[in-house]
């Protein structure tokens, strides 16, 4: 019998058996998982969002990413660009909108995407914007904020600093969790979480990315499944386990019944019906690609040329599926 208890309580043994659980073991998890999830401020509703991807320039030089970095043309979405596309997916009746890029720290695109946030929340004061731009200053990240975006999204990765350096070597653990910091110190709504399957990475690894997540101020948490990029480094690693990533999101939900957690499209490749998966195992947040443009989408290749890109009807049959109701935004 799953114990929650042990869960909140982050007892070592116990969460260990329960991240490699399989078959009626992994069922009962799961079923924990959602009856928290129906107990919490979000009930049975599912966030819908949509993805712009406004650049794919990226100052990084992470292993498993090749953005950026693999012949693709790099480009940067104009505000004109960005703000009609807004535009047209307000009118369709999304609200909550992803900005993400490659991190890219130049003061003239900061400059531009601030501009940007001050115009949407301008026409459409009810929505949300969440940025996902990487490790900025706190400069940076107070225009930001100031500007209008409500979010932002920066993920540790891995909680271990060998690990991190090995995976992510142009930055540091410390520093990615002293922007985390800031973030949450400005009063943005902050998500972070982990890769599930980094090369080397082991099991006491994720059970202190629990650790770490527990004791960060998060309102979103989330874990993606490790994807072998083509383009990049560790194209030759296996991929992440669908059902140790599956189990880590459900334990996610236990210890944070109030965050959101979003399925990603990374529990889809390789894997058949990963997503729905995730809504089973207490996610609660799934995000439309309808945003980027069709003549970059390719471009950006966070995780490989074939990525699946979950368009609205999909997501919204998803939802059904699993009992769900789709809604603009949870928070």
Do not use: W
């Amino acid at each position: 019998m799953i114990d929650i208890e042990k869960i909140k309580k982050l007892d070592k043994e116990k969460i260990r058996e329960y991240i490699t659980l399989k078959g009626s073991k992994q069922n009962e998890l799961f079923d924990k998982a959602r009856i928290i999830r129906m107990n919490s401020v979000y009930k049975n509703n599912v966030e819908l969002r949509s993805v712009i991807e406004i650049s794919n320039i990226c100052e990084q030089k992470c292993k498993y990413c090749s953005m950026g970095k693999n012949g693709k043309s790099l480009f940067i979405l104009s505000y004109e660009e960005i703000i009609e596309k807004i535009k047209s997916l307000a009118n369709k009746g999304r609200r909550t909108f992803l900005l993400q890029s490659g991190e890219l720290s130049k003061q003239d695109f900061i400059d531009n995407i601030s501009q940007v946030c001050e115009k949407a929340v301008s026409l459409y004061p009810d929505i949300k914007i969440i940025l996902c731009m990487g490790n900025l200053s706190k400069n940076q990240y107070k225009q930001l904020k100031d500007s209008g975006a409500s979010r932002y999204i920066l993920k540790f990765e891995t909680s271990n600093p060998s690990l991190h350096k090995f995976c992510r070597p142009s930055d540091t653990l410390e520093h990615r969790l002293e922007c985390i910091n800031n973030l949450i110190n400005i009063g943005f709504q902050v998500g972070s979480g982990n890769i599930v399957g980094l090369p080397g990475q082991t099991i006491d690894d994720l059970l202190a990315d629990l650790v770490l997540i527990n004791k960060l101020n998060l309102s979103m948490v989330s874990a993606t499944k490790f994807i072998p990029n083509n383009f990049s480094e560790f194209k030759n690693y296996p991929a992440g386990d669908i059902n140790i990533t599956l189990n880590f999101l459900a334990i996610l939900r236990i210890l944070k019944p109030n965050c959101l957690i979003p399925s990603t499209s990374s529990l889809e490749q390789g894997s058949v019906n990963g997503q729905t998966m995730g809504l089973l195992a207490g996610c609660n947040t799934v995000t439309v690609h309808d945003g980027t443009p069709k003549k970059f989408e390719k471009n950006y290749s966070i995780y490989s040329d074939d990525r699946f890109t979950p368009e609205e009807q999909y997501c919204r049959d998803i939802i059904k599926n699993v009992n769900m109701q789709a809604i603009p935004y949870l928070i």
